[in-house]
């Protein structure tokens, strides 16, 4: 993994941030990263140089719904690191505010769609680019390249419906693509986190949320953290996944099996 490039948006905190560094603690040492909080991104930026001094990073503002600012980012990485191997495209923003579909603003479900559906597919399509135009190509039955996507699509509510169909879309292109890109080497898989602790619900908790009754119907009883994320993303990055593309891989602590007993 040391010779190859990571590319990770959203790494300025929470999940993004938490990938970042697993990368680097699995032996990666060349990242591009980006996120349009460019003071954090630079917190995360030092911190991995601090974790190995031998880490060559480059990482740029980036607002996923600017085609123009998504594909700026890729030639960054691309003239630095002269490739890009395993990008996880981690960006996302929930509702704001929560409402039931027909007292949700119009301008609100744009946005979702801007970031979570737009983003995503800004981000594919460019790194579909690069990765075909590399001559680089390990075999397909050995890991070959390896490009994944999170969809945070797993966890829905009464009040995020745009939400939910954004990243409902994010699924749906992911497959799509597993199907066009496979014989290409490219392995694409879709991740789906359940309840994560975040800044974002440690923010509303701040504010009076109260996730305890829907936390109380996680078989493992608890959140789940960044790092349970990361983990089977940079798993699912190497040469012992090299089989495994399309899955809808669901980390939350069996949360889904239990609403489906229920």
Known sequence: MATTVALVTGAASSIGCAIAHTFVKEGCTRLLLGDVN????SVTSDELRTANPSVK?????????SGSEVQKFM?????AFGGIHYPVNNVGITSNPRARTHKLETSSFDALVAVNLRGTWLCQRAELWQMLRQQDWGSSTAGG???RFFAF????HSTSG???????GVLGMTRT?????????????????????????EESERRGANYAPIISTIPVKRWGFP?????????LAGEKASLITEADLVVDGGKRISTWVD
Do not use: M
Not at 162 to 168: C, F, N, V
Not at 227 to 235: D, N, P, S
């Open 57 to 65: 990073i480059v990482t740029c503002k980036l607002d996923v719904s």
């Open 227 to 235: 790092v349970e994320i990361t983990e089977a993303c940079v798993f």
């Open 153 to 156: 699509a797993l966890v829905s």
């Open 145 to 147: 390249h390896c490009e």
């Open 162 to 168: 745009g939400y939910s169909a954004t990243k409902a």
């Open 177 to 201: 693509d597993v199907i066009a890109y496979a014989a290409d080497g490219i392995r694409l898989i879709a991740v789906l986190p359940g309840w994560v602790k975040t800044p974002t619900s």
């Open 38 to 41: 460019q003071e954090n991104l």
């Open 75 to 79: 030639d960054a990485g691309v003239s």
